[in-house]
């Protein structure tokens, strides 16, 4: 028999309904630089319905994509609010993109809107005569642009309520794209529905356990997998938001955090480096008010967790996801190191499985090892106009991710599919031994490629920027006592920076690139 029930639609604009009912009196912040600008919720909604009328006038009537171009603020929150309450589909652009990739996403995703940052108009401008279905683009700020509005002035005309129609859950809400995979970026296409599950997700206390009491700021930028979801979360939550606008520097983040007493942070550990470094060196730093910073997007090394903790309070949490993911799926809970430093434990409403060669399914024992596989109702099935069988092994996601899995539910990563180095026929995890030299005071940043070698086929190159001394001969005697010895690197490059990709992981691709081409500069021990 069937339940009694209703299939009540999960849709960002329930979301959007409590920004501007019961959470009306939370507010977002937006740093500028020099000081703040402060919205409450009630107002952002306001803005949100005359984003709409606007968008309408502009044309958007049905499912069309509109883009943004914009760096986390109240306006890109304003647009997070409304193009998908409106039946729109919102498609948050990557600025870090190559220009080739953003004019292939934004004809892929036939993008008929893009709503821009004043100080963005610069990297967009030189693009918009391939971009051959944007029709207009509204400009947040002031900066010169033949033919664009403004978007103050276009809401500012526009009435302050809207009549949100009624929305199929299973609609699309929002696009993302991944350029995590080979070939041209792929977009994943995220339904009302797995955003409202995923916010609930992550709401939870196994996650985040967010609520009205928090102030959330998301460094992690908007237009990647959605900030983790931070937004919606949010404002499901009734937690107020503080954006960091484009100042993403260790000097305004640790002033953010302290102004506004920011509890929640989500930022890759790069970011989180940078601001422990930042704090080592000037004493005024006050990162107290943070109770939660879940971390994630690469391997957060321990050491930097620790230390984050021990010298400052700060409780890192190790989470893991994907663009394909929405992005949260695990998250590290625990009370031991051992615990912390995995990937995490899956969120209830994500599976996950070990398979190895041959699509054989692994045995969650924490030892076996092998690509994870997730599946869920916020991991994607497919992606957007684009047949990638590969990706997709009977329902669930071939995640490109190595690793294992216990038998509660932990994951722990040893390495990217393509980044595993075999050396003797013995895999090595290029992650252990990053993580491990990270450890090192004097290293800043560490990749470990595998390189061809004549006698074992492949073996390490660790690629590493330091600050202050430390010789290759010093960091194999540290690395000694913390790996097994046959995976010891012999060849070392002393760098000036690790190449990033455009969301700020490690770029090893460029880096085998540059080693293919001669130009890493090698001491072989
Ligand atoms: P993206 O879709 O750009 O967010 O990239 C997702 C990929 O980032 C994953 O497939 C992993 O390879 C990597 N990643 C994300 N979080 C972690 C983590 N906590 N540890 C190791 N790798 C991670």
Redesign the pocket.
């Known amino acids: 028999m069937l339940s009694t029930m209703p299939d009540f639609p999960l849709t960002i604009t329930s979301l959007l309904r409590l920004a501007e009912g019961q959470f009306s009196d939370r507010e977002v912040v937006t740093y500028i630089g020099d000081g703040y600008r402060r919205q409450p919720y009630a107002e952002l909604a306001r803005d949100a319905a005359r984003l709409a009328h606007a968008l309408r006038g502009l044309g958007i009537d049905g499912d069309q994509r509109v883009a943004t171009f914009m760096w986390n603020s109240a306006e890109h929150l304003a647009a997070y609010l409304a193009v998908p309450s409106m039946g729109a589909v919102l498609h948050t652009l990557n600025i870090r993109l190559f220009p080739e990739q953003l004019v292939y996403i934004a004809n892929h995703a036939e993008d008929q809107v893009v709503i821009v940052d004043a100080s963005l108009v610069p990297l967009l401008r030189p693009l918009l005569d391939d971009m051959k279905t944007v029709k207009h683009v509204i400009v947040v700020g002031e900066a010169e642009l033949d033919g664009a509005y403004d978007y103050r002035e276009l809401l500012d005309q526009a009435p302050d309520t809207f009549d949100w129609p009624e929305l199929d859950e299973r609609a699309a809400a929002a696009m993302c794209y991944?350029s995590?995979t080979t070939g041209n970026p792929k977009g994943v296409v995220y339904s009302h529905r797995s955003a409202y599950l995923h916010s609930m997700s992550v709401c939870t206390a196994n996650a985040m356990g967010l609520s009205s009491a928090d102030r959330v700021l998301p460094i992690v930028p908007m237009f990647?997998?959605n900030a983790w979801g931070l937004p919606y979360a949010s404002f499901m939550a009734g937690a107020s938001l503080v954006m960091p606008g484009r100042f993403l520097q260790a000097e305004h983040l640790t002033r953010v955090i302290a102004e506004e007493k920011v509890t929640v942070s989500g930022a890759v550990p790069t970011i989180w480096g940078d601001i422990l470094r930042y704090a080592r060196q000037h004493e005024d730093v006050d990162l107290s008010s943070l109770r939660l910073v879940p971390c994630?997007?690469?391997?957060?090394p321990e050491s930097l967790m620790r230390a984050l903790q021990e010298e400052y309070g700060v409780r890192v949490v190790?989470?893991?996801?994907?663009?394909?993911t929405s992005?949260l799926a695990t998250i590290a809970h625990g009370d031991s190191w051992e615990l912390r430093v995995t990937?995490g434990r899956l969120l209830a409403g994500v599976e996950g499985r070990i398979v190895g060669d041959g699509d054989r399914v692994l045995p969650n024992d924490d030892v076996a090892v092998g690509e994870l596989e997730v599946r869920g109702p916020w991991v994607t099935g497919a992606y957007y106009l684009d047949e990638d069988p590969l990706k997709f092994n009977d329902g669930w996601l071939r995640?490109?991710?190595v690793g294992r899995l216990s038998a509660h539910g932990f994951v722990t990563?040893t390495d990217?599919a393509k980044d595993v180095i075999k050396s003797g026929g013995e895999w090595i995890s290029s992650v252990e031994l990053e993580n491990a030299l990270m450890g090192h005071p004097a290293v800043v940043e560490a990749a470990v490629i595998g390189v061809s070698d004549e006698r074992w086929g492949e073996r390490p190159l660790a690629c590493v920027v330091i600050e202050g001394t430390a010789d290759a001969a010093e960091l194999r005697e540290f690395l000694a006592d913390r790996v097994p010895r046959w995976q010891l690197p012999e060849r070392w490059s002393f760098i000036e920076a690790v190449p990033k990709t455009s969301?700020g992981?490690f770029a090893k691709r460029e880096l085998r690139d540059m080693h293919a081409r001669g130009e890493l500069q090698i001491i072989t021990l």
Do not use: N
């Open positions: 991944t995590g990647h997998a994630g997007g690469s391997a957060v190790h989470a893991w996801g994907m663009t394909e992005p990937q995640t490109g991710d990563l990217r969301v992981k």
